[in-house]
């Protein structure tokens, strides 16, 4: 069963499945684990992160194809949303449409990406892309009368996800059973199904072309496959899914703006999360974007601890400060890319 679920792509580590047992119970019971609202957030980003980069790495680990758009596909889905829901009111409705018009729009943007830039060497693609993520993010900055501009777009969601909302009398384990739960488990299990999706891409024939395509393109053309097709096609559905995965990060904040989803940081952010989970393994996403997502947000909290411990010892209350938190974050993912090269769960399958 749990191998027709994961599409016979096993973890072969018993520590790596213990991991992704502990972070799969942790994210599917996190509003009743650790209740409070900064808990659940972390939760839910972790969720639409592990998406993301599995997406990305759809493209990188699996295909060979260094890209730096994939902040746009994530903005167009999360835009879609916002200007859905917008126009058309706190419907569920508006949800499903913003979702698909941004993912379509995202494939089709890929598609014409693809077409004409895919046949030339990867630097020179990798740039293209980049040039084409910064004019669109220009773009939706200047275009303030439709996107917001750099303030971006608050709206409203339908009022069964918010916490007004409540589908049942009293509370389930201590939680309160309103909207906001439902929109938890909303994010969660579109996420989950996301990446089984995601999985049964990667372990079909058409998985085992994209990794052939890899490690040789001119043998893999030579034997027959039309490579830029599955390029072509391999950079349309990891458009589509980055795009599902902004739409649900729109969703969850009700709000979207150019810094929350197309900025450059987080296409570097994606990049680390890749790297540190370990490229062309999809279980490498859920480790990569959990540790991450987890340091962003708890890191300076560690450090403040950190810090009040050795207050009476010299210089290094200092080098613990909480506002160096992006110094220490730079040290992990270097002693990560050190001991780790083939990423965590290459370590872990003993690659």
């Known amino acids: 069963m749990l191998k027709t679920l994961v599409s016979g792509d096993t973890p072969r580590s018993p520590i790596l499945l213990a991991i992704l047992i502990v972070i799969l119970i942790c994210l599917a019971f996190a509003p009743f684990l650790f209740p409070g609202v900064r808990s ?11 998406v993301l980069v599995a997406s990305y790495d759809l493209l990188l680990g699996y295909g060979g194809i260094v890209s730096f758009a994939h902040t746009m596909f994530f903005g167009l ?38 077409l004409f830039s895919l046949r030339v060497r990867a630097i020179f693609f990798a740039m293209i892309t980049l040039a084409v993520a910064s004019a669109v993010a220009v773009l939706v ?25 409540k589908f049942m009398d009293g509370e389930i384990f201590g939680v309160k059973a309103n909207g906001k739960l439902l929109k938890y488990y909303l994010v969660f299990i579109s996420c989950f199904v996301l990446f089984l999706l995601m999985l049964r891409v990667v372990n079909s024939p058409f998985g085992r072309v994209l990794q052939a395509i890899r490690e040789n ?19 349309c559905l990891s458009a589509a899914i980055a795009a599902l995965a902004g739409a649900l990060y729109a969703v969850w904040l009700r709000y979207v703006g150019p810094d929350t989803t197309l900025s450059m940081e987080i296409m570097i952010d994606i990049l680390l999360m890749v790297v540190i989970g370990g490229m062309g393994t999809m279980y490498g996403a859920v480790i990569g974007a959990t540790l991450f ?37 730079g040290v992990l993912f270097i002693l990560s890319v050190y001991f780790f090269p083939t990423g965590i769960v290459g370590r872990l399958r003993g690659k």
């Open 293 to 329: 997502v987890l340091a962003q947000n708890y890191l300076q909290n560690v450090l403040s601890l950190a810090g009040e411990s050795v207050s009476t010892l010299p210089l290094l209350p200092d080098l613990l400060n909480a506002d160096r938190w992006l110094l220490w974050l």
């Open 40 to 50: 659940v957030d972390t939760a839910a980003r972790i969720c639409i992160f592990i």
């Open 217 to 235: 393109d001119f043998r893999a053309e030579a034997i027959g496959y039309r490579v830029v097709h599955y390029r072509v096609a391999a950079t």
């Open 141 to 165: 900055s200047q275009l303030s009368t439709l996107t917001g501009g750099e303030d971006g777009l608050s709206f409203k969601i339908p009022r069964a996800l918010g916490p007004a909302f």
């Open 77 to 114: 889905g999360a835009y879609g949303v916002a200007l859905a829901s917008t126009h058309m009111g706190r419907g569920f409705d508006a949800l499903l449409v913003g979702s698909v018009a941004g993912a379509g729009l995202a494939a089709l943007l890929a598609l014409v990406i693809g």
